[in-house]
């Protein structure tokens, strides 16, 4: 009987070492780890879904598309959630076209309560998954983003990437534009993962369209010359603009070799910056229209005015020459231009002065950002007059020593261009349905001096360096430009050169300023290079733009 007694209040003590053990566990649960417990059953049948608001699109200035949204569908899983994962896996990998072991993976992974499966892939394929019904299996309708023109522009319109936030180009400078504001829904979920009820909602703001003043028929022709050049020249590369010298708008902005804006990715970084106005280079001789506008500014000379020139210049420790042998020679100011002298060139400047010279290349805006609405723009290498050797008012006139971007030199030009106003360049017409304001403008020379300069530069095209330029029906205005490659060892290379052209057109009542930079043509010359390019550019684009001749009288007979 004692024993039997034993046996029960043995048993009756482990029955309440239990009870006692389980209450312990109960109010540790319900006290200590109560929280924690209730945010992880929120965590699983509460969520937050974002909803990505449309990217804006990007219109050249005739309304077409350059940049476009197009519906996707993204698959993703919850590896918790799904019961068979190889069975699962086999038909994910079939449907959607994947690799069926790193599905599997995915899928097998259990220390992840969330996978993609596959970014923006084609609407049909998902919608036939989805039909499944497949517990764990997510889908998201996404954006895209899409460049239809393919290579036109690419460089300009720049990359929105896999989250649809701007990369590069116009893309990331109006990032802030483009991308709108996403939306949020709160949604309850069962346990298998769907949604049974939403909490709350946030609608998504869409992003902003906007417009640009590249038009897309210019762009294309110019990048297409570009590319003949190359090859006919066996060019390194090649750029053009094309400006309206009135509004500072950038009608079209090429870089050669370009690239598919959809393959952005894997295109080699080399070729996706804009090198028009992230890049600089030694403009040689084009640079030459600072120190003339800058000595009739001064009113140190008139287009008339006459100098004897020897065919070379000894100055401090350097000795400069023409580019092609000759005797002494008297020379007009206007014949220094047209005639491209570097003698001449420096003969005035040295008129000029350092202190002049120097404060006329700032006013022409070179050492300074133009300002355009596009991201990684330089403001070149312009030396400070603090720092000037004895041989730079040598080799500044002449467009040496000096490292400027083209959309400088073409914002340059659009000065001579219009009646001596320089006006901001810029490749945004609008965004939305607001109005641009004016580009910001300030005078550089009078009137009078940018018709002298106009008048001159186009003696450049009928009988001096640039004649290669010339336009049936129209009188143009250019100058040509050469000029040897900074070697990395130090120094200038003796085989490495770029070739330019800047023109305006009709010379009369211009239109238009176009630049053409050829690099590393096997044939150095400014006037032999680029000068036809800028022919091919400017008699396209003043038929396409409907810009009456203005020198009908030069027409080939009927």
């Known amino acids: 009987m004692k024993a039997s007694n034993r046996r029960i209040r043995l048993v009756l003590s482990v029955f309440a070492l239990a009870f006692a053990a389980l209450f312990l566990r109960a109010a540790w649960l319900q006290g200590v780890r109560a929280g924690s417990y209730e ?24 309304g077409v598309q350059l940049a476009i949204g197009r519906q996707a569908t993204t698959v993703y899983a919850n590896p918790l959630q799904i019961r068979d994962p190889a069975a699962t896996a086999e038909l994910v990998s079939r449907t959607l076209r994947l690799d069926p072991d790193q599905v599997l993976r995915q899928l097998s992974d259990r220390s992840h309560g969330f996978v993609y499966i596959a970014r923006k892939i084609d609407p049909t394929r ?61 949604v309850i979920r069962d346990p298998t993962g769907r949604p049974i009820d939403v909490l709350h909602s946030t609608p998504a703001r869409e992003g902003q369209n906007v417009t640009l003043t590249l038009d897309h028929t210019i762009q294309a022709q110019a990048e297409a010359v570009l590319r003949r050049t190359i090859d006919q020249w066996h060019a390194k590369g090649a750029s053009a603009i094309v400006l309206d010298p009135r509004t500072g708008g950038v009608l079209a902005m090429a870089v050669e070799r370009g690239y598919d804006a959809n393959r952005f990715p894997i295109v080699p970084k080399d070729r996706q910056r804009n090198r028009t106005v992230t890049d600089t280079y030694e403009p040689g001789s084009t640079f030459k229209i600072v120190t003339v506008s800058a000595v009739l500014s001064e009113g140190l000379v008139t287009p008339q005015s006459a100098f004897t020139l020897p065919y070379s210049i000894h100055v401090a420790d350097r000795i400069i020459h023409d580019a092609h042998p000759r005797g002494t020679e008297r020379m007009t100011v206007d014949q220094i231009l047209s005639q491209s002298s570097n003698v001449g060139t420096i003969t005035l400047a040295e008129q000029l002065g350092a202190q002049r010279l120097s404060q006329w290349i700032s006013r022409f805006g070179f050492g300074h950002l133009t300002g355009i609405d596009f991201p990684g723009e330089t403001p070149g290498i312009v030396p400070a007059l603090d720092h000037w050797s004895g041989s730079t008012i040598g080799t500044l006139p002449i467009g040496h020593g000096i490292a400027i971007t083209p959309v400088q030199m073409a914002a340059a030009y659009g000065v001579v261009a219009n009646d001596g106003v320089w006006v901001r360049p810029h490749l945004v017409e609008r965004v939305g349905t607001g109005v641009r304001a004016p580009a910001a403008s300030r005078r550089v020379v009078t009137p009078r001096v940018a018709h002298q300069m106009l008048e001159m530069m186009r003696d450049v095209v009928l009988e001096g360096t640039g004649q290669e330029a010339a336009l049936p029906g129209y009188q143009v205005a250019g100058k040509t430009g050469t000029a040897a490659k900074p070697d990395p060892s130090g120094g200038y290379s003796t085989t490495r050169y ?22 590393e043509p096997d044939t150095i010359w400014g006037g032999v290079v680029a000068a036809p390019a800028f022919q091919q550019i400017a008699g396209f684009d003043l038929q396409y733009l409907e810009i009456p001749p203005d020198a009908p009288e030069t027409l080939p007979a009927q």
């Open 39 to 62: 945010r992880l059953a929120s965590v699983q049948h509460r969520a937050t879904i974002v909803d990505p608001a449309g990217r804006g699109t990007i219109f050249d200035r005739t």
């Open 498 to 519: 770029v070739a330019s052209f800047v023109g305006i057109v009709p010379a009369t009542n211009p239109r238009l300023v176009i630049l053409v930079t050829v690099d």
């Open 126 to 186: 998902a919608a036939i998954l989805e039909r499944a019904k497949i517990a764990g299996l997510g889908f998201v309708s996404e954006e895209q983003r899409v460049y239809p023109l393919k290579h036109v522009g690419a460089q300009v319109v720049g990359y929105a990437g896999t989250d649809n936030h701007g990369l590069a180009g116009i893309e990331l400078g109006l990032e802030g534009k483009l991308a709108g504001k996403p939306g949020r829904e709160t």
